[in-house]
C-alpha cells in the first residue's frame, strides 16, 4: 500500500504571497490533519479534515484553510506570507472509526519544506 | 487551552543505559499515542494507550498512561544507537476525529 505523499517537497516564497500545498492519503483512509513542525514550536494541529468536511481546527490565523476533496486528498492553503510561515508542513491520514479507537493511527507524509523569504 | 508537556527535551546516554520521558496533559486524554521521528525524517507511531493505568511494552520499550489519564510515559531498556531520534507523545482530548496535541518532544542520542 503507498504511503501518504505530499507535494510539493520542498518550497520558497516571499512575504505577502500564498501557497497551496497538496497531500494524497493512504487508499482507504478518510481522515487527513494538517501540522505545521518549527524548532522552537514542535508539532502544532492546524485542522483535520473528514469526508470533506472540517472536522478539528487548530489555533492559527484564519490566513490557513484547507480543504478536502470526494476522493479524500486534501490540499491546505496560507495566503499572505509571513516570515513565520517558514516551516515543514505534515500532513497525515488516518482509518478513523467510530466508536473504535484502533483505527486512531495516524500516518505521516513526509512533509513540505516551506521557506519563506 | 489543551497543553502536552514533555520532559526532558534532550537527553544524552551511552549505548546500554535506560532513557525514559515523561509525558503531562493539562486536561484528562481520551487516549495518547507515541510517535518517533528519525533526523530528517517524519512522525512515525510506536503505539496507543487508552485504559487507565494501561501499560504496554514493545521489545525494550515500555509505555505507561496514568490511572488519571492526564500523562504518560515511555521507557527504553538498554538503549541502542538506531533509539536515536525524537520522541512524541501525543494526546487526544477529542472524542471525535484524530486531532492530536503533540509535546515539544525528547530528542535523544546514543554514543557507542
Known amino acids: 500500500k503507498a504511503g501518504v505523499t505530499q507535494t510539493p517537497r520542498y518550497l520558497i516564497k516571499t512575504r505577502g504571497q500564498q501557497v497551496t500545498l497538496s497531500c494524497s492519503p493512504i487508499?482507504?483512509?478518510?481522515?487527513v490533519s494538517w501540522y505545521q513542525q518549527t524548532p522552537g514550536q514542535g508539532l502544532q494541529f492546524l485542522f483535520e479534515?473528514?469526508?470533506?468536511?472540517?472536522?478539528n481546527k487548530g489555533n492559527f490565523p484564519g490566513r490557513f484553510s484547507g480543504r478536502q476533496f470526494s476522493n479524500s486528498r486534501s490540499e491546505m492553503n496560507v495566503s499572505t506570507l509571513e516570515l513565520g510561515d517558514s516551516a515543514l508542513y505534515l500532513c497525515?491520514?488516518?482509518?478513523?472509526?467510530?466508536?473504535?479507537?484502533?483505527?486512531?493511527?495516524?500516518?505521516f507524509g513526509p512533509g513540505t519544506r516551506l521557506t519563506v523569504l | 487551552g489543551q497543553q502536552v508537556m514533555q520532559i526532558p527535551q534532550y537527553q544524552h546516554v551511552q549505548e546500554g543505559e535506560d532513557f525514559t520521558t515523561y509525558c503531562n496533559s493539562s486536561t484528562t486524554l481520551s487516549n495518547i499515542q507515541w510517535y518517533k521521528q528519525r533526523p530528517g525524517g517524519h512522525p512515525v507511531f510506536l503505539i496507543q494507550?487508552?485504559?487507565?493505568?494501561e501499560v504496554k511494552k514493545q521489545k525494550r520499550l515500555t509505555f505507561q498512561f496514568g490511572e488519571a489519564k492526564k500523562n504518560s510515559s515511555l521507557h527504553i531498556t538498554a538503549t541502542q544507537t538506531t533509539d536515536v531520534g525524537t520522541y512524541f507523545c501525543?494526546?487526544?482530548?477529542?472524542?471525535?476525529?484524530?486531532?492530536?496535541?503533540f509535546g515539544k518532544g525528547t530528542t535523544l542520542s546514543v554514543s557507542s
Open positions: 479534515y473528514f469526508s470533506e468536511t472540517q472536522r
Open positions: 494507550l487508552v485504559k487507565s493505568g
Open positions: 501525543a494526546g487526544s482530548a477529542n472524542q471525535a476525529g484524530t486531532a492530536l496535541i
Open positions: 487508499s482507504g483512509h478518510r481522515s
Open positions: 497525515a491520514s488516518s482509518f478513523y472509526l467510530a466508536g473504535d479507537s484502533s483505527y486512531n493511527e495516524q500516518f
